[in-house]
């Protein structure tokens, strides 16, 4: 099917009311080298939560860099990831989360891997529990839906399958993940390579690249079923990402090209699909491009190459208004592609994370107001490690494990805020208690526990800490 929107609406972002955005951190380190294609030495931003900390996380042609930024006067680099291939042949990372794991993947590289990273220990350490070209060596982008457990790689590179235009892998085991299909074509329609996706309950909505938009069910994974199409509209170039409103009646569109706006797309009816509008960053310069963009609450965010963080206020979601901006890339434009690459306001707090291709991460103010420090309902299903006091407990109570992993002792430090009886467990993965601490009435005050265990196979285990006002369970490794 084809739409075709017979003539134009330009929304122009309001002058009135836009401010520039707070910085609050940025990060830039002159020894990592810039890739040999385009010079840059960072791509892609993802956030994380554990702990009751917040993380930011970068790509770099040296690998994945971790940062707790919760406290943003003393933002440090927690852990970092080697990438399977660094240097200048790397250009793209990409990233996603799903319970407690971030999957990491690269663009370029023969020997480039997908790598699954535990990082429910932050801020001690993070633990790389999966690193395996099993599924695909190279992927441009990938996109959980947390609804269904499953991995969407568009495209994967595999070492013998080849070029494969989507290939989607089961996370019922977050560590192991199993391949559930590929898709070479839909309905009889060739795939091609898609560029990018965006999916929720099974629902998919796909940049085409230069073929267009795609709206699939993937409900039944042995047999999509297409929605919709775009395969014409106005202002049109190479489809590269977009973003779901939250009612999912408007998808927001991004055509990586110098000079073309952001679309609005009416997918309420995927039948009929309509552009209604489009807005810009009011460049005063032809080759600016819109790179990736995210949808929060009232808010669309996005990365525009050499014009930074652009924030858009879609309360009314037909007529977005330009009200907080920040330049990050201070350059003169080119024809080429610099400056901002990704961005990331899903923290609790609001704040914003940009990647910048030359000058790295940086962490910004929130606007939404409404953004009280909740969990978001994006990828992650909890607040990783952290043990969650009972409502009659003002204070949220936080027990730390230590090392990850362990080989013969593993430590438990926890503070209670009131005198009660704590039980304290170590169990195998099928709940079997291995040994058991402290059955006694402890008072208030901080605590630490060490089980001494020697002959037990390596492996997953569990410390259980329940008490009154105390119920949480961590996961731990035995190497």
């Known amino acids: 099917m084809k739409y075709i929107l ?3 609406f330009l929304f122009p972002s309001l002058l009135i009311g836009q401010t520039q955005a707070n910085l609050l951190y940025n990060w830039d380190d002159p020894d990592l080298v810039g890739s040999a294609w385009y010079n840059n ?12 900390r917040e993380f930011a996380v970068i790509g770099s042609t040296s690998g994945t860099h971790i940062f707790d930024v919760t406290d943003v006067a003393n933002v440090y680099e927690a852990a970092f990831v080697p990438g399977a291939v660094q240097g200048p042949e790397i ?9 407690c794991y971030l999957y990491a993947v690269a663009d370029e590289g023969i020997n480039s891997t997908l790598q699954i990273i535990d990082y429910s220990y932050l801020p001690d350490s993070v633990s790389v529990v999966y690193d395996s070209n099993e599924f695909f060596y190279r992927s441009h982008n990938i996109f959980i839906d947390t609804s269904s457990a499953r991995l969407y790689a568009s495209p ?20 192991n993940p199993t391949l559930l299909h590929d898709y070479q074509s839909i309905e009889g329609v060739s795939v091609g390579v898609p560029h990018d996706l965006y999916v929720k309950e099974n629902i998919a909505y796909i940049n085409k690249g230069g073929i267009g938009f795609w709206m699939v069910d993937f409900t039944d994974a042995a047999n999509p079923v297409f929605l919709g199409t775009l395969t014409e509209y106005v202002d049109q170039g190479y489809n590269h990402s977009g973003w779901l409103s939250d009612d999912g009646n408007y998808f927001y569109m991004a055509d990586e090209n110098h000079g073309l706006a952001i679309k609005i797309l009416d997918v309420s009816d995927p039948t009929d699909i309509q552009v209604l509008g489009t807005f810009d960053a009011n460049s005063s310069e032809s080759n600016s491009i819109p790179h990736n ?14 014009d930074g963080l652009q924030v858009y206020d879609i309360s009314d979601p037909t007529s977005p208004q330009r009200v907080y901006f920040y330049d990050t890339f201070a350059a003169a434009n080119d024809d080429s592609y610099r400056g ?5 306001p899903y923290l609790p707090s609001g704040n914003i994370l940009i990647s910048d291709m030359q000058t790295g991460l940086y962490v910004f103010e929130k606007i939404d107001n409404s ?23 003002s204070n949220e109570i936080t027990a730390k494990i230590f090392p990850q992993p362990f080989h013969n002792q593993v430590n438990i430090s926890f503070e209670l805020e009131q005198t009660q009886v704590v039980h304290i467990t170590l169990t195998d993965i099928n709940g079997r208690v291995i040994q058991s601490l402290n059955n006694t009435q402890l008072p208030a005050g901080l605590y630490e526990n060490t089980f001494n265990i020697r002959n037990i196979a390596a492996g997953m285990y569990f410390i ?3 008490g009154e006002t105390v119920n949480g369970v961590y996961k731990v490794v035995k190497a």
Not at 156 to 175: C, F, K, N, W, Y
Not at 340 to 344: D, I, P, R, T
């Open 6 to 8: 017979p003539f134009l």
């Open 293 to 306: 963009l995210i949808v929060r609450g009232d808010y669309l965010y996005v990365s525009y190459y050499y």
């Open 156 to 175: 994967a590179v595999h070492q013998t399958d080849g070029l494969i235009g989507l290939r989607v892998l089961s996370l019922d085991d977050p560590e």
């Open 91 to 99: 250009v793209h990372r990409d990233y996603h989360d799903y319970q």
């Open 340 to 344: 901002a690459w990704g961005v990331f």
């Open 41 to 52: 030495t960072y791509n892609e931003v993802w956030g994380i939560v554990a702990n009751n």
């Open 464 to 466: 259980k800490l329940t």
């Open 371 to 393: 953004i009280t420090g909740e969990m978001p309902p994006l990828g992650t299903s909890s607040n990783c490690g952290t043990i969650v006091a009972n409502t009659n407990i």
